[in-house]
């Protein structure tokens, strides 16, 4: 599967935006999809991911009650809605796809990567 990220920018503290990952060919709906991102001087971290079939979601702390993930196996399409972003919420964000579950939310363990999009909040 190959995926393209999008939907970054410059946002204020407290704004929202909306992330889309765009997958290619047949097989996005036997993927786990989720986010990670990367904060300069910062290792990639999960932020959140959604099962391939039940939709189950998983959130890191840090972004629950703020952050939505979802998918559209239909349009091979994946989205992340952002809202109340924190200026630490700043990073290039990178959609993954995982054939194995999100109980382990391991960087090294996903199967694909898309290209990431930068999010910058302004305090």
């Known amino acids: 599967v190959q995926l393209q990220a999008s939907g970054g920018g410059l946002v204020q503290t407290g704004g929202s935006l909306r992330l889309s990952c765009a997958a290619s060919?047949?097989?996005?709906?036997?993927?786990?999809m989720g986010w990670f991102r990367r904060a300069p001087g910062k290792e990639r971290e999960f932020v959140a991911g959604?099962?391939?079939?039940?939709?189950?979601?998983y959130y890191a702390d840090s972004v629950k009650a703020r952050f939505t993930i979802s998918r559209d196996n239909a349009n091979n399409t994946m989205f992340l809605q952002m809202n109340n972003l924190k200026p630490e919420d700043t990073a290039v964000y990178y959609c993954?796809?995982?054939?194995?579950?999100?109980?382990?939310?391991?960087?090294?363990?996903?199967?694909?990567w898309g290209q990431g999009t930068q999010v910058t909040v302004s305090s």
């Open positions: 060919g047949r097989t996005f709906r036997f993927y786990n």
């Open positions: 993954a796809a995982k054939s194995a579950d999100w109980v382990r939310r391991r960087a090294a363990e996903v199967n694909a």
């Open positions: 959604i099962s391939k079939h039940t939709q189950t979601t």
